[in-house]
């Protein structure tokens, strides 16, 4: 290409703009509250957080499976044997037939 092609002149402009908006990028990438540095980190602890409350939700299920099994194993001694029955006339003490003879005797005395 010859030095006064005019060509030249909108290909220096383009290159020029370009860099323009290379710059921008870069600018808005490094600094500010949207900076991928920021990102990272904000990325890196909810990612510490969510690792840790999987820990603890798994520790949460052994607890509760370790308690059902318990739960389980206690019941077996809750279970009925024998279903209850009302209890018969009561034999002892004769409180009635006590009373009338003590009032008797003493009737007597």
């Known amino acids: 290409m010859r030095p006064d ?5 909108v290909l220096r402009n ?3 703009s370009l860099e ?3 710059a921008e990028a ?4 490094t600094s500010g509250e949207a900076a991928i540095p920021q990102q990272i980190a904000l990325f890196e602890r909810l990612s510490l957080e ?5 820990r603890q939700l ?3 299920i052994g607890s509760l499976e370790a308690a059902r099994i318990e739960a389980q194993r206690q ?3 809750l279970a009925r044997i024998v279903q209850p029955n009302l209890a018969e006339y009561p034999l002892h003490p004769r409180s009635v037939l006590i009373l009338v003879t003590m009032a008797i005797v003493l009737v007597a005395v």
């Open 5 to 9: 092609n005019p060509q030249i002149g």
């Open 14 to 16: 383009r290159i020029e």
């Open 20 to 22: 323009r908006e290379i």
């Open 26 to 29: 870069r600018r808005r990438i």
């Open 50 to 54: 969510r690792e840790f409350a999987d």
């Open 58 to 60: 798994a520790s949460a």
């Open 75 to 77: 019941q077996l001694f």
